[in-house]
C-alpha cells in the first residue's frame, strides 16, 4: 500500500500508542519511543514492522509513542494510520483479508 | 558474594561487618550497641530558642561541609522544609559534601538533583526516591551510592550509629517557643510526627521549623523540646494541599474491588481471623478496598478488630469511630481525615518509626500483626517484592514499611494486578529485591491467588474455605502470554544505590542502567 497523506491513529493515553504515517522515499523510517522501551522495545519494533509487511507498506516515516500497548494494540493502531493514510479508513478495510 | 534471595552483592560493599542478606530473623537474639549523640548544654535558662532564620539556627549548631542532615517525610508532597534547608546551607552558607538522611523524598524534592549533580550533596540515606532525584541517582551522579532502608531500618541504623545525624531538622506544624512540636494544632497539618521521633532523639543538634507558633507549653509534645536547640519560625512549612489528599477515597474500579473481595476472603479463611485481631493496609485501591469486604466478614462472624497500624486514612478512621477497631496507632497520616483524628478520636495514638516497625528493639508493633494487605509493583516467582525500581531499572519508589510489616505479620498478603499497562507485575526475576520472598504468605491478582510454598498451612486454609488457588508459576506464564516475555534489563557495573534488608544486611543493589538502543 502507498502511503498518500499524513494521518494519524491511537492516543498517548496509558496502554495505548500513537501512530504518526506520512509518505517516505527511503524505506521504513521509524522513530519508537515507549514507556517499557528497556523491556519491550524490540518486541515493539519487531510488531510494527510486520504489521506494515503485512500492509505492503514499503516506503514511510512511521512514528511511534508507546504508552506500553499490548501487541494487539499496536497492531491495530498502525493498521489504521495506514488505512487513514490513503484514504481506505471509510470502506474497503480488508477485514478477515491482512487484518486478522 | 550470592546472598539469600540470589542477588550478586559486590564484595567491596561487605566491609565493616556488613554481611549479605542471610533469610527472616537472621539477626535475632544479636547484641546492638546503641550510639549516643553528642549534645549541648543549656543549663542557663532560655526564655526562648527563636532564632531569626535558618541560616542563624545552622550556624548556631555548628553547620559545616560534609555533614549529614535528616528530615522526615509527614508533609509528603507538600513539603518545603527540605529545600528550604538545603538551599540556605549550600547557597548561603557555602556548605558542600551534605548528606541527606530523610525518611523519605518525592518529587516535592526536584530541586535537590541540582545539588547532587553539582557535587553539593554527596550522600542520600531514604526510604523513598522518586522524580529527577531518582533520575539523577540512577545516572551515576550522586558521589556515594544512595542507601535504601525500610522504615523500620533506618531508626536501627540510626540507634545502632550507623547513621550518625549532625542536624536534624522537624518540620512542625506547631512548635512553642522552646521546641515542643506537634503535628496538629497549625495551618499545616500533617497529624502523626512519628517518623520524626528517633531523629531528634539521636541527633547531635535539633532544629525546629515551624510556621505556627503556640503558646508554652505545646503538650502532649510529639518531639520534646529537652531535645531541640533552636526554633526557626518560616512563612509556610508546606503546601496544605499536598501534604495530605482530601480523602483517600475507596475504588470504585471493579478489578480493584474483586481483588479486594478476595482478600478478605483469604483473612477470613485463616485461624487468625479472630476477635481482636490486628490489620494494617497499604492506601492503594485494591488495598484500601480490602477494608470494605473485611467489615462485612467481621459482622457476619460479629468479631472486632482489636488494632490497626501503619500509615493511617480515613476509611480506618472511620472504622475507629464505628467501634469496629479497638485501636489505631498512627506513624503518619495519608488524607486529612486521619491528620483531624489523631489524638482527637478516643483510642486513635501516635507512635515512633522504631515503635512501628525496627527490628533491632525489643518488639515493635509489625512483630504483633495478624494481617498486612501490601501492593508491589514486581512480584516474582520467589516471592519477592520490588517496590522501588521502575521496569526501566530507574529509581522511582519506596519500600516504606512493606518489607517490615511483611517481616513482622503472621500473614502478608501481596494484591496487585496481573499486568499493568505492558509491564508484567508477576515475573521472573524482580528488577530489585526489596521485600524478600520470604516474608510475602499470598499473592493476589486478577487472575488468580497463589500461596507461597513455604506457608502449606495458609494452603490448607484456602483449600478448606474451598478458594481456588494456582502457583505463581502458571500466574507468571499468565502474564507473559499477554504482554510478552519481557527483555532482561542491561546494567553497568555502578551501583547507584545499596538496598539494605530492615536487619541491617544488603538485599540487593541497583546499578546504573545502560543506555538503551534499540539496534
Not at chain 2, 300 to 324: F, S, T, Y
Not at chain 2, 488 to 509: F, K, S, Y
Request: include cysteine.
Amino acid at each position: 500500500m502507498e502511503i498518500l497523506k499524513p494521518a494519524i491513529a491511537g492516543t498517548l493515553e496509558s496502554s495505548d500508542a500513537q501512530v504518526t504515517i506520512e509518505p517516505g522515499k527511503a524505506g521504513i523510517e521509524l522513530t519508537l519511543t515507549s514507556s517499557v522501551m528497556n523491556q519491550y522495545g524490540r518486541q515493539i519494533r519487531a510488531t510494527i514492522l510486520e504489521a506494515l509487511e503485512r500492509l505492503d507498506v514499503s516506503n514511510a516515516r512511521v512514528t511511534v509513542v508507546d504508552k506500553g500497548a499490548l501487541d494487539c494494540t499496536l497492531k491495530a493502531r498502525v493498521e489504521c494510520a495506514v488505512f487513514r493514510s490513503c484514504g481506505q479508513s471509510a470502506a474497503n478495510i480488508p477485514w478477515g483479508g491482512v487484518v486478522r | 558474594m550470592r546472598n539469600a534471595v540470589g542477588r550478586e552483592i559486590p564484595d567491596a560493599l561487605l566491609t565493616n561487618g556488613r554481611e549479605v542478606y542471610q533469610g527472616r530473623n537472621h539477626m535475632d537474639g544479636r547484641y546492638l550497641q546503641k550510639a549516643a549523640p553528642k549534645t549541648r548544654r543549656y543549663e542557663k535558662p532560655q526564655e526562648s530558642k527563636v532564632v531569626e532564620s535558618i541560616a542563624q539556627a545552622l550556624r548556631d549548631c555548628g553547620a559545616k561541609s560534609g555533614m549529614t542532615f535528616s528530615f522526615h517525610h509527614h508533609l509528603r508532597d507538600g513539603d518545603y522544609v527540605v529545600n528550604m534547608v538545603m538551599q540556605t546551607a549550600i547557597e548561603e552558607l557555602g556548605l558542600k559534601e551534605l548528606t541527606i538522611a530523610a525518611t523519605s523524598l518525592g518529587a516535592a524534592h526536584d530541586p535537590i538533583a541540582d545539588y547532587i549533580e553539582a557535587g553539593k550533596v554527596v550522600g542520600i540515606q531514604t526510604s523513598g526516591i522518586r522524580g529527577r532525584m531518582g533520575e539523577v541517582v540512577s545516572a551515576g551522579k550522586l558521589k556515594t551510592p544512595a542507601v535504601i532502608r525500610s522504615h523500620g531500618g533506618r531508626p536501627r541504623a540510626i540507634e545502632g550509629g550507623e547513621v550518625h545525624i549532625d542536624i536534624a531538622f522537624i518540620a512542625a506544624p506547631t512548635s512553642d517557643c522552646v521546641g515542643n512540636c506537634r503535628g496538629i494544632g497549625g495551618k499545616s497539618n500533617c497529624g502523626s510526627l512519628g517518623y520524626a521521633m528517633t531523629d531528634a532523639k539521636y541527633a547531635d543538634h535539633v532544629v525546629v521549623i515551624t510556621d505556627c507558633l503556640v503558646d508554652f507549653p505545646n503538650m502532649p509534645a510529639s518531639v520534646e523540646a529537652i531535645d531541640v536547640d533552636a526554633v526557626v519560625v518560616v512563612d509556610s512549612i508546606g503546601n496544605p494541599q499536598k501534604i495530605a489528599s482530601a480523602a483517600a477515597r475507596i475504588s470504585q474500579n471493579p478489578r480493584d474491588l474483586m481483588m479486594a473481595e478476595n482478600v478478605a476472603k483469604v483473612i477470613a479463611s485463616t485461624p487468625y481471623f479472630k476477635d481482636g485481631f490486628s490489620f494494617q493496609t497499604g492506601v492503594g485501591g485494591p488495598s484500601l478496598a480490602a477494608n470494605l469486604f473485611l467489615e462485612q466478614y467481621m459482622d457476619e462472624r460479629k468479631i472486632r478488630m482489636g488494632w490497626a497500624i501503619g500509615g493511617i486514612c480515613g476509611p480506618m478512621v472511620e472504622l475507629l469511630k464505628k467501634g469496629k477497631v479497638g485501636k489505631v496507632i498512627d506513624v503518619q497520616d495519608f488524607d486529612l481525615d486521619g491528620v483531624n483524628s489523631i489524638h482527637q478520636t478516643p483510642g486513635h495514638f501516635e507512635m515512633s518509626a522504631s515503635q512501628y516497625a525496627n527490628p533491632a528493639n525489643k518488639g515493635a508493633f509489625v512483630n504483633k500483626l495478624d494481617f498486612v494487605v501490601l501492593a508491589a509493583l514486581e512480584i516474582d516467582t520467589g516471592f519477592n517484592v520490588n517496590v522501588l525500581t521502575g521496569s526501566d531499572g530507574i529509581l522511582r519508589g519506596a519500600p516504606g514499611g512493606h518489607p517490615d510489616a511483611a517481616a513482622g505479620s503472621k500473614c502478608c498478603i501481596i494484591v496487585t494486578p496481573l499486568i499493568r499497562g505492558r509491564m508484567a507485575t508477576v515475573c521472573e526475576h524482580v528488577v530489585t529485591v526489596t521485600t524478600p520472598g520470604d516474608c510475602v504468605d499470598v499473592l493476589v491478582t486478577d487472575y488468580g491467588i497463589a500461596v507461597n510454598p513455604l506457608r502449606p498451612d495458609l494452603i490448607a486454609c484456602l483449600d478448606s474455605a474451598g478458594i481456588p488457588h494456582v502457583t505463581i508459576e502458571e500466574l507468571k506464564e499468565k502474564a507473559y502470554s499477554l504482554v510478552g516475555r519481557p527483555d532482561d534489563l542491561e546494567w553497568e557495573d555502578q551501583v547507584v544505590a545499596i538496598l539494605e534488608a530492615r536487619d541491617g544486611t544488603i538485599l540487593d543493589v541497583v546499578r546504573k542502567i545502560k543506555p538503551f538502543t534499540l539496534d
